[in-house]
């Protein structure tokens, strides 16, 4: 079990002042991490699955840990791994929260601060995140030690390459550059992760791969949680 002073190192690392609205202009102006829900560790998290993607909802107090609030991710990734084969069994939208817990799966925001364009939601930059993954990111891994990191869209990407979850192409490669089904190693946190990268839990992307249209729900995200969820229980 990871300790609460490691936990605490991470949460007052976020709160520290150096991610502000004059410093990062899309940071949502006045808001606070994780849309002011107090963030707390798993604690029964034991060498776990970590998902991890972009920011909190921006013009909202939502977000995927708080029970009070709805949030539209937290709907997306429930109805998501009830397609997923070797994943647990999720009973209920109102018991997810808790039952993903309990399958020793955690989620985290590559970017704690939700961000916005005028009153529009929005997504942190590349280098918002990669000082995330610089400064603050490290501290959270470094504490719960997962066995498996699923990187989830372009932004988590980022975070991951940053982290050196992931190695390889250039400064300007996609994420469907980076996309695969088995998972990249790496010992760089000083433990052994496998880390997988996918996309952003959305039906709607098609790519071209050797000419041949792809769906990249269909044909990469769920093939590669169900890889995820089968290295987790072995």
Same mark, same amino acid.
């Given at each position: 079990?990871?300790?609460?002073?490691?936990?605490?190192?991470?949460?007052?690392?976020?709160?520290?002042?150096?991610?502000?609205?004059?410093?990062?202009?899309?940071?949502?102006?006045?808001?606070?991490?994780?849309?002011?829900?107090?963030?707390?560790?798993?604690?029964?998290?034991?060498?776990?699955?970590?998902?991890?993607?972009?920011?909190?909802?921006?013009?909202?107090?939502?977000?995927?840990?708080?029970?009070?609030?709805?949030?539209?991710?937290?709907?997306?990734?429930?109805?998501?791994?009830?397609?997923?084969?070797?994943?647990?069994?999720?009973?209920?939208?109102?018991?997810?929260?808790?039952? /993903?817990?309990?399958?020793?799966? +955690? *989620?985290? %925001?590559?970017?704690?601060? =939700?961000?916005?364009?005028?009153? #529009?939601?929005?997504?942190?930059?590349?280098?918002?995140?990669?000082?995330?993954?610089?400064?603050?990111?490290?501290?959270?891994?470094?504490?719960?030690?997962?066995?498996?990191?699923?990187?989830?869209?372009?932004?988590?990407?980022?975070?991951?390459?940053?982290?050196?979850?992931?190695?390889?192409?250039?400064?300007?490669?996609?994420?469907?550059?980076?996309?695969?089904?088995?998972?990249?190693?790496?010992?760089?946190?000083?433990?052994?992760?496998?880390?997988?990268?996918?996309?952003?839990?959305?039906?709607?992307?098609?790519?071209?791969?050797?000419?041949?249209? /792809?769906?990249?729900?269909?044909? +990469? *995200?769920? %093939?590669?949680?169900?890889? =995820?969820?089968?290295?987790?229980? #072995?």
């Amino acid at each position: 079990m990871p300790s609460s002073d490691c936990w605490s190192e991470f949460i007052a690392s976020v709160r520290s002042g150096c991610c502000t609205h004059e410093k990062y202009r899309k940071i949502r102006k006045g808001v606070e991490p994780w849309n002011a829900y107090e963030l707390e560790r798993p604690k029964e998290f034991n060498k776990g699955l970590l998902f991890l993607l972009e920011a909190p909802p921006g013009g909202s107090d939502h977000f995927f840990w708080n029970p009070n609030t709805p949030d539209r991710l937290r709907k997306r990734i429930f109805d998501l791994l009830r397609e997923v084969k070797t994943a647990p069994k999720f009973s209920a939208p109102d018991r997810f929260i808790q039952e /993903l817990l309990e399958s020793n799966c +955690y *989620l985290l %925001p590559a970017f704690s601060y =939700a961000c916005a364009e005028g009153h #529009k939601n929005s997504n942190p930059t590349r280098s918002m995140v990669e000082h995330s993954a610089r400064v603050h990111l490290p501290l959270a891994l470094a504490c719960l030690k997962p066995r498996i990191v699923v990187l989830m869209g372009e932004k988590a990407l980022f975070a991951g390459k940053t982290m050196d979850l992931v190695n390889g192409g250039n400064k300007r490669a996609r994420l469907t550059d980076y996309l695969s089904t088995t998972p990249y190693p790496s010992e760089k946190l000083g433990f052994h992760v496998d880390t997988f990268v996918t996309s952003w839990p959305t039906k709607r992307y098609v790519i071209k791969k050797e000419g041949v249209k /792809l769906s990249v729900y269909r044909d +990469y *995200l769920i %093939p590669t949680l169900i890889n =995820a969820f089968q290295l987790l229980i #072995k």
